[in-house]
């Protein structure tokens, strides 16, 4: 199966060239982020943080698909989003807005938007919205030969969001599910705490690493109770899933 750096299965263009994406935040440490994460997918990502920037970015760049703030120093994002679509008419655009009232979200789809995501968001739910976009839009090829992840006896189909350990079917909450889907997307890789707050929970999680420790002990009793353990603590670097010792 050909996957990307995070075990999803590969997105590319339909050439097989890497997707192109452009970030539009004025918030610069969330730029970052979003880009780090995005770029993660093994995607060509350019970052602008106002609309005149992002529309010139888009020009050299021809993205496949934007990701929009709603609010910009200079201009808003709908303004920006029809100067986009002069650009390329077909991009794919989704916005972030910290706002939710409902006459927002109107207001976004009807300027031309694809769909929206609310601040605070996870990592995993942006990138999440931008493949399923891009999919849906016929911009982009995916390369793989199922949505199974293995680690030893650990399986997890993604596609009917099931685990089963030797065959065991094991029951998750929907976070226990993503937090064991990043670790199983990178077995013996320790991963700290900070990585594992941006992508199962928000970008602006930070200090609350006792939210990863609660999720872990929930984890080990599920995944690891009466069996050889595969989560493990590595003191003062993270946690790393591996295959049971035989």
Excluded at 155 to 177: C, K, N, Q
Excluded at 226 to 240: C, K, N, S, W
Aim: proline share 5%; hydrophobic share 45%.
């Amino acid at each position: 199966m050909n996957t990307t750096r995070s075990g999803r299965p590969a997105l590319t263009r339909p050439d097989g060239t890497p997707l192109r994406v452009l970030v539009v935040d004025d918030d610069p440490d969330l730029a970052e982020v979003l880009s780090g994460a995005l770029r993660y997918e093994g995607w060509q990502i350019r970052t602008a943080g106002d609309g005149a920037s992002a529309v010139a970015a888009a020009r050299e760049l021809m993205p496949d698909a934007v990701v929009l703030d709603v609010m910009l120093p200079d201009t808003d994002g709908f303004a920006v989003l029809r100067a986009l679509h002069a650009v390329k008419s077909d991009v794919c655009v989704l916005f972030l807005t910290a706002r939710d009232a409902v006459e927002d979200r109107i207001a976004g789809i009807t300027a031309g938007g694809d769909d929206y995501v609310t601040k605070p968001f996870s990592l995993e739910e942006v990138i999440a919205r931008v493949r399923g976009l891009l999919r849906r839009a016929g911009m982009a090829r995916q390369l793989e030969e199922g949505p199974r992840l293995t680690v030893g006896d650990l399986v997890m189909d993604e596609e009917a969001h099931e685990v089963t350990r030797a065959g065991e079917l094991i029951e998750l909450s929907p976070t226990e599910f993503e937090l064991l889907r990043f670790l199983m997307r990178n077995p013996r890789r320790v991963l700290s705490k900070a990585q594992i707050l941006d992508r199962v929970w928000s970008y602006d999680f930070g200090g609350r690493a006792h939210v990863v420790e609660l999720y872990i002990s929930y984890l080990r009793k599920k995944v690891d109770a009466g069996r050889e353990p595969m989560i493990h603590t590595v003191r003062g670097a993270g946690y790393v899933l591996k295959p049971a010792a035989r």
